[in-house]
């Protein structure tokens, strides 16, 4: 299976940006769907937006359509989360996952290789 680990994560104001990086080894993103997702403290973890193969579609949660963006670059093998215009309500340990057998998904059961995850905190 494929390995990952985020980076990225910090602290911002409110309506500020961050890019969370998935980087892989052991295998190539460009043949695993990839998503995003995040846990804030007692909360369930929650799906956040996912990558296709090749990354010929991406999907994103209601709450963070048109202010987060994915992107891949194979050369790197890492996947990019684009965060702007950051809410409070958007702290949480951000993760990235990655399956070969799916080719979308909203549903953190479907994923079998995680990163550790990286914090985001976001203060008004």
């Known amino acids: 299976q494929v390995q990952l680990v985020e980076s990225g994560g910090g602290l911002v104001q409110a309506g500020g940006s961050l890019r969370l990086s998935c980087a892989a080894s052991?295998?190539?993103?460009?043949?695993?769907?990839v998503g995003w997702f995040r846990q804030a403290p007692g909360k369930e973890r929650e799906y956040v937006g996912d990558?296709?193969?090749?990354?010929?579609?991406?999907g994103y949660a209601n709450s963070v359509r048109g202010r987060f963006t994915i992107s891949r670059d194979r050369a790197k093998n890492t996947v990019y989360l684009q965060m702007d215009s950051l809410k409070p309500e958007d702290t949480a340990i951000y993760y990235c996952?990655?399956?070969?057998?799916?080719?979308?998904?909203?549903?953190?059961?479907?994923?079998?290789?995680w990163g550790p995850g990286t914090q985001v905190t976001v203060s008004s």
């Open positions: 996952a990655a399956d070969q057998a799916i080719n979308h998904s909203d549903s953190p059961e479907d994923y079998h290789s």
């Open positions: 052991g295998g190539d993103l460009f043949r695993y769907a």
């Open positions: 990558s296709s193969w090749s990354g010929s579609s991406i």
